[in-house]
């Protein structure tokens, strides 16, 4: 059994952090944002479940919030691909500049 050390997944998740980040703050498709922001929940959960496996006490709380972390990340896709496809019905776009629901 390899052991990778915890530095391995630090970075890992930095860099998946990082790359949600930059599509979320940069790309104007609505799906492509909603993706981001999965990357970067990923990113946490990477966090969460290392940290419990290195931390000072190893122990299971990090993967039992993971797994919370994962259904809300799941809740919040079917929420928002629901509001976007309502979005795209009426405004025919899934431009987020476009997309301005105070403006008829």
């Known amino acids: 059994m390899s052991s990778v050390p915890l530095s391995v997944y630090l970075v890992l998740a930095l860099v998946l952090f990082c790359i949600g ?3 979320a703050l940069t790309k104007r498709n609505t799906v492509i944002v909603l993706i981001s922001v999965e990357l ?3 990113a946490v959960n990477l966090n ?3 940290f419990s496996k290195y931390g000072v006490n190893p122990s299971i709380t990090g993967q039992i919030f993971s797994l919370f972390t994962i259904t809300v990340a799941a809740a919040e896709v079917a929420v928002g691909l629901a509001i976007l496809i309502a979005l795209h019905r009426n405004k025919k776009t899934v ?3 476009d997309i301005n629901i105070m403006k008829k």
Do not use: C, E, P, S
């Open 21 to 23: 980040l930059f599509g």
């Open 40 to 42: 970067m929940l990923n």
């Open 48 to 50: 969460l479940v290392a």
């Open 95 to 97: 431009n987020i500049d």
